[in-house]
């Protein structure tokens, strides 16, 4: 058995140094693929990118063409001293101060003990409408509360932030 893993390492010791000998000879040479794009496949994927920056340059378009803007009533909200585990509620008044529908994609808290609400319908141009907020603290949570909540609309600005908070006694 000693005899066969020997023989085995002697054997790729000769393999390896023969191979490293042949890469030796090729060093300062010009080396070239085998595989090569002709004129026709080149022109091909050339036309290909200009299609799809076409379709992703008519996507931005449309999107921006959707986009509005927004304003909010408030953007800070001090709940004061609160009770623990209680709800806490408030409400920010968004208006639609642009000339497309406003949408609220989404809105989400930085805690779990914070409950956003946002509208379900798009807001038209010069109406409004409430992203409501509660807040109820953990059990063993106390003192200051500082959370935020992360309003995701149609807007050039896609992401807005509203504060609360609240002192847990």
């Known amino acids: 058995m ?4 020997v023989f085995g390492c002697l054997f790729s010791l000769l393999y390896a140094c023969s191979s490293d000998s042949e890469l030796k000879d090729l ?18 994927l050339e036309e290909s990118l200009a299609k799809i920056r076409q379709k992703e340059e008519e996507k931005e378009r449309k999107a921006k063409e959707a986009q ?24 920010f ?7 497309k529908p406003l949408i609220i994609e989404n809105v989400e ?18 109406e409004s409408d409430d992203i409501t907020v509660t807040f109820k603290s953990n059990p063993g949570q106390s003192g200051e509360q500082k959370k935020t909540v992360t309003v995701t ?16 006694k």
């Open 93 to 99: 008044r968004v208006k639609n101060t642009g000339t």
């Open 68 to 91: 509005t803007t927004l304003e909010f009533d408030k953007l800070k909200h001090d709940f004061g001293n609160v009770k623990p585990e209680t709800p806490n509620t408030t409400t």
């Open 2 to 5: 000693k005899k066969i893993v």
């Open 27 to 44: 060093r300062g040479k010009d080396v070239s693929s085998t595989i090569a794009a002709d004129e026709l496949s080149q022109k091909e």
């Open 109 to 126: 808290a930085s805690c779990g003990c914070t409950t956003p609400k946002k509208p379900e319908k798009p807001i038209l141009p010069g």
């Open 153 to 168: 609309a149609n807007t050039e600005n896609k992401t807005h932030l509203l504060e609360i908070r609240a002192f847990v």
